[in-house]
């Protein structure tokens, strides 16, 4: 796919940063206090803390991630989806309001509020730095992976673009700042997803998206590929042995490869085109048999191949019959694999009823076949993505920016609102890139703003300038929960170094210029991660850590300090270390075999939680102050 | 230490003790419902596959479900919750 360097694209993302920065600037007068640079003042409107909400919480992840995952794979990015939002009930129902009655800062001093205890103090902060380190990470990622082909930087610009930026604006004026941007972000993101929706199903299904210039692949019958004029054909041979494909090389000494696609109506024996990356020993890069250039790049892919009633397009449909007429089609997904160094891109017409329930990614194939390894690693997965959000350290900082009880819980619904409906978009904006003859076969990231820009070149830009926003949101979210972790947390309350309210301020910027290097650096790391694997990583760890405390300190009054601490280091450290110890982590991370993996499924939600539960009860109890009898 | 900004409801520990009885019935009531799409999905997912009306399949209909009714249980939360300067609180 050949990105040009948008100068439109530019001209819109620098506007925003721009509004963004001057906002921060002009607001950061106003932080001087602890209590304005930590919690914004207490006194931001509910319906705008509601719209902050879904700013914070719709990351890269939400956003570019599952809309990808759907358009690659169907309804398994739904199921992220429906878990996130199910995760603002535990929020609303259990956590929030006493939250906002424990707290003053930040969610260590929330857990500590009734015993002032220095061992809570320090796991809680500990915990929030390690889930917002987490956090941090698939969203760098993702900000590299949007401005890399956006804007043509390489992925180390634009992680440390947008981590400056954020840097800026969180040491300049902290909390308040990052509510406007979320603010402003949030309301973006749900009405032009709005506005693309409706496009979508304005469009309805094409069996030829685009234009007369689009690349159609063609599916053809042996013969009329291999007796073609000037085809050489090439043995199969080395690792091209007893696999499905048979390579060719025209006249001009272009490598194709062709993939065997079964019989037709007819008996005819078939081969499908593909795509091909390869790279010679040289370093010269070949894409689809010849060098890659800005005009030899590969063919943008996602169509429906057939539609019900052997018609070629549909027209307009409504939002249900969208559905009903996607179960009848055919889409043609595309899966890769690497051959021999090189990647071959190859063609996998799919039932759309196949892709409208669970089972789609190779992860969970296993659900379809009743695999009980699987089948754990989806309810483990669905309880950590429930459990995780109340018990995510940047959501939770979000209760105290508004002035009461009453206000906090309307902007909790407000919140729930706007990110409920974002997601119902988000099953019509994946299907709709699937079948928009516009996707990236080689990244899943810009499934979304690719959607956009086969409407047009003008939504494509504005579209990845909010998502970069997004980023931006997000990212000077979790700076902010981590800065508080160690200026409050740890320095002032752990350390009992007593600096004054401007002092702790200034520890606190010092703070977020600290974590956000950090975060760069290891955005840039982890340039190759899949980032929803990564955010379910944090969100497992957040629910292992902190929610038993929590939800236990709330409920049941034998909870004692040790018991706390105990409970967020045990939960932290397996749900970390199991994690570690994956199939996921040893292919993606250290390179090593997945089959030799130590557990046996990947989502440790389902053992670490209540096994965070357990250890409480015990040390607690272990601890209880004995009762003075009386008489 | 304590942030005092909240005294006034933390003076009324009935509307507090309501409005959490509140809060866990509604949550018990959504966890019923993510708990049935949960192990549909598992251990049923032929149901899952199928189309109960609209000609939809229940996948999509039920996962639609479950994001409305954390919306509308939302609301009915808002609506039911007392709040510290109600009429109730004034008269206890």
């Known amino acids: 796919m050949n990105y040009t360097a948008s100068n439109l694209s530019l001209a819109i993302f620098l506007v925003f940063v721009g509004i963004v920065v001057g906002i921060s600037f002009y607001l950061g007068a106003k932080a001087k206090s602890a209590k304005g640079f930590f919690a914004a003042g207490g006194g931001v409107p509910w319906w705008v803390n509601g719209l902050a909400f879904a700013g914070d919480y719709l990351s890269a992840a939400s956003f570019l991630g599952i809309c990808g995952m759907i358009a690659f794979a169907g309804y398994d990015g739904f199921l992220y989806s429906i878990g996130y939002l ?5 929020a609303l129902f259990v956590i929030a309001e006493p939250m906002k009655r424990l707290g003053r800062f930040t969610f260590a001093d929330a857990l500590d509020n009734k015993f002032n ?3 809570i103090k320090l796991s809680a902060a ?3 730095l390690v889930v917002s380190i987490f956090y941090l990470i698939p969203q760098m990622v993702g900000a590299g992976a949007l401005i890399k082909p956006l804007l043509g930087w390489d992925h180390w610009m634009g992680v440390s673009a947008v981590g400056s930026v954020v840097i800026v604006i969180v040491a300049t004026a902290g909390m308040v700042s990052t509510t406007w941007v979320q603010f402003i972000k949030g309301g973006l993101l749900v009405a032009l997803c709005t506005l693309m929706t409706v496009m979508i199903l304005n469009r309805g299904f094409d069996t030829t998206p685009g234009d007369e210039k689009t690349h159609r692949f063609q599916v053809l019958p042996v013969e009329q590929v291999l007796k073609a004029d000037g085809i050489t054909v090439l043995p199969e041979d080395g690792a091209w042995k007893d696999k499905p494909y048979v390579r060719v090389t025209t006249s001009d000494g272009t490598l194709q490869v062709w993939r065997k696609a079964g019989l037709d109506a007819a ?3 078939l081969l499908s085109e593909t795509q091909t990356v390869a790279k010679r020993a040289d370093g010269v890069v070949f894409k689809n048999g010849k060098p890659a250039s800005k005009d030899n790049d590969l063919h943008p892919i996602g169509t429906v191949s057939k539609l019900p009633d052997g018609k070629e397009e549909t027209g307009a449909l409504g939002p249900f019959e969208f559905f009903r007429v996607f179960q009848e089609s055919e889409i043609v997904l595309w899966k890769n694999t690497v051959i021999d160094g090189t990647t071959v891109y190859y063609q996998v017409p799919t039932k759309g009823a196949d892709l409208l329930t669970a089972g789609g990614t190779p992860t969970l194939s296993g659900l379809r076949t009743g695999d009980w390894t699987t089948r754990i690693d989806f309810l483990s997965l669905m309880l950590a993505l429930f459990l995780g ?3 995510l350290p940047h959501i939770l900082i979000r209760y105290y920016t508004v002035k009461d009880q009453a206000s906090a819980r309307k902007s909790t619904i407000m919140g729930i609102a706007a990110i409920g409906f974002f997601y119902v978009l988000t099953l019509y904006l994946g299907l709709g890139a699937m079948t928009s003859g516009g996707l990236d076969p080689t990244n899943g990231n810009m499934a979304a703003p690719l959607l956009a ?20 949101g997000t990212v000077s979210g979790l700076i902010m929960a981590a800065s508080g972790a160690v200026a409050h947390d740890l320095v002032t309350n752990v350390f009992k170094m007593d600096l004054g309210e401007e002092r702790q301020v200034k520890v606190a910027k010092m703070a977020a210029v600290v974590v956000g290097i950090i975060a760069i650096l290891l955005g840039i ?9 990564l955010v379910g990583w944090a969100f497992n760890i957040a629910a292992s850590a902190n929610l038993p405390s929590l939800v236990m300190l709330l409920f049941w009054k034998g909870t004692t300090k040790q018991g706390i601490t105990v409970a967020i280091i045990v939960g932290m450290v397996v749900s970390l270390g199991w994690i570690l110890l994956s199939a996921q982590a040893y292919k993606d991370v250290y390179g090593l075999d997945p089959a030799t993996a130590i557990v046996p499924f990947s989502q440790p939600a389902i053992i670490s939680v209540p096994l965070g539960f357990l250890v409480l009860v015990v040390v607690s109890k272990l601890t209880r102050k004995p009762t003075v009898a009386t008489p | 230490m304590h942030d005092h900004e909240n005294v006034r409801e933390d003076e009324h520990p009935e509307i507090i003790a309501h409005n959490t009885r509140l809060g866990l019935m509604l949550f018990a009531v959504y966890c019923v419902m993510y708990g049935g799409f949960m192990g549909l999905s598992t251990f049923a997912p032929e149901v899952m596959k199928s189309r109960p009306f609209g000609g939809v399949n229940l ?6 479900g479950l994001i409305v009714a954390a919306m509308l249980l939302a609301v009915v939360y808002l609506f039911l919750a007392k709040q510290a300067d109600s009429a109730d609180s004034k008269a206890a």
């Not at chain 1, 409407?455 to 926003?469: D, Y």
């Open chain 1, 267 to 269: 008996g005819v024996e």
């Open chain 1, 117 to 119: 205890s220095r061992g």
């Open chain 1, 126 to 128: 500990i915990s929030t």
């Open chain 1, 86 to 90: 199910a995760g603002w009930i535990v």
């Open chain 1, 525 to 533: 790391a982890f340039e190759k991660m899949n980032v929803n694997f």
């Open chain 1, 453 to 472: 820009r086969s409407f047009n070149e003008l939504l494509f830009a504005v579209i990845s300038a909010v998502a970069f926003t997004t980023v931006l």
């Open chain 1, 389 to 391: 959000t109340a018990s």
């Open chain 2, 59 to 64: 996948a999509i209909l039920y996962g639609f």
